[in-house]
């Protein structure tokens, strides 16, 4: 009962809280309209989310308004390039929160600029890029190695997960029943194991099981990251859900027994005519669509959630010249409250169905002959 009272308690005092903050960002929009550094219109308000949804160099929180000026609340990553110079490496704040190219950074002999979220390297006596058909003529794009907004997520959530389940390693050898955040994670590592992995892959189960509940655990993790306030957006990332595609693509072509390529190549029982037809269509369903359907479906979902979401938000910057500030706050607030509940099992439905078809993709590589 003690328990249940201060959920209730903590769930209360965190909307309050939301509300505030939001009550307070449509004061500030209000007293800022002129200045040209708010998002008020609807073309500014897509612009925003379109560059919410992409990576980025630093790390934001938020930004507040005072005298006339704008100022970044965060902490800046590193940037190491790649570039005609060599390795060069420096920190995201010596742009000084500029996107447009305006800042130009000196390091290691070369000259660098930021605009919209891609840095580029400026040609020997130049001081700004200039662009022909979207491509820039006096400048070079060099090898980014930086570690993004999304890649420091990637490591925290890695870490956070290592801690998580070695705990849980050790706890089974000690006892017999799990103790702390371990009774979490139990019923759904035997969920994984007994749901996902036996049905579909097999007496074989054991030897990918491992990687189920990585990828499981992984994609789960960094979807419940996105619902937070920290700004992460890191399975909204192709380059994310594409890299965990090819994981899948790499271990069930590398599993695939004799009867799994001959059934792709050279299919059996189809007239012998049709079976190279057949081998180039199961091979690109193979080599081309599995993977593709995997990460474009995370992505998409994903992605898809977040523009809601903003955009519900942004419901009350575009209504609060004809409502109150508390009467704009309050729309947001209860707009996004309820999407932001389905967000949450979609996060959850999101790594189930990546982990269901990674286990239905190998399953279908290693199957034995007899088992058909």
């Not at 190219?101 to 919209?116: L, P």
């Not at 920290?230 to 004799?258: D, E, M, P, R, W």
């Not at 690109?284 to 995997?294: E, V, Y």
Request: one cysteine or more.
């Amino acid at each position: 009962m003690k328990v249940a009272q201060k959920s209730i308690t903590t769930c209360l005092f965190a909307l309050l809280a939301l509300f505030s903050l939001t009550l307070q960002a449509n004061n500030d929009q209000k007293e800022h309209t002129e200045d040209g550094g708010m998002v008020n219109s609807n073309e500014e308000i897509a612009d925003y989310i379109q560059h919410h949804l992409k990576d980025s160099h630093d790390f934001h929180l938020f930004t507040y308004f005072s005298d006339e000026q704008a100022h970044h609340v965060g902490f800046p990553l590193p940037v190491i390039l790649y570039g005609n110079n060599g390795l060069t490496a420096f920190m995201s704040s010596e742009f000084h929160h500029n996107d447009d190219g305006s800042v130009i950074v000196e390091k290691g002999g070369s000259k660098f600029v930021k605009i919209h979220g891609k840095i580029y390297e400026l040609n020997e006596g130049e001081t700004e890029v200039s662009f022909d058909d979207h491509h820039a003529k006096n400048a070079s794009t060099p090898f980014d190695l930086s570690i993004t907004k999304s890649v420091f997520g990637i490591l925290v959530i890695g870490l956070l997960l290592l801690f998580w389940f070695v705990r849980l390693g050790k706890q089974y050898k000690t006892k017999q029943i799990p103790t702390g955040f371990g009774r979490v994670l139990e019923p759904l590592v035997v969920y994984v194991r007994d749901e996902i992995a036996k049905p579909n892959i097999g007496p074989k189960y054991r030897k990918f099981t491992g990687y189920l509940l990585t990828v499981f655990f992984f994609i789960w993790t960094m979807n419940l990251a996105g619902l937070t306030p920290l700004g992460f957006n890191i399975t909204g990332q192709l380059a994310v859900t594409a890299s965990l595609a090819v994981f899948t693509l790499v271990i069930y072509l590398f599993s695939g027994n004799k009867h799994f390529w001959g059934h792709i190549l050279w299919m059996p029982g189809v007239p012998v005519l049709i079976r190279p037809v057949l081998a180039i269509i199961e091979l690109a369903g193979t080599l081309l669509i599995k993977p593709f359907s995997l990460l474009v479906r995370l992505f998409a979902n994903i992605s898809a959630g977040h523009i809601v979401v903003m955009f519900l938000i942004a419901i009350g910057i575009t209504k609060q010249h004809e409502m109150t500030a508390v009467g704009s706050t309050a729309l947001s607030l209860v707009l996004s409250f309820f999407i932001t509940l389905i967000e949450v099992l979609v996060a959850f439905l999101q790594a189930y169905i990546f982990t269901m078809l990674s286990a239905l993709f190998i399953g279908m590589a290693v199957e034995e002959h007899e088992h058909h």
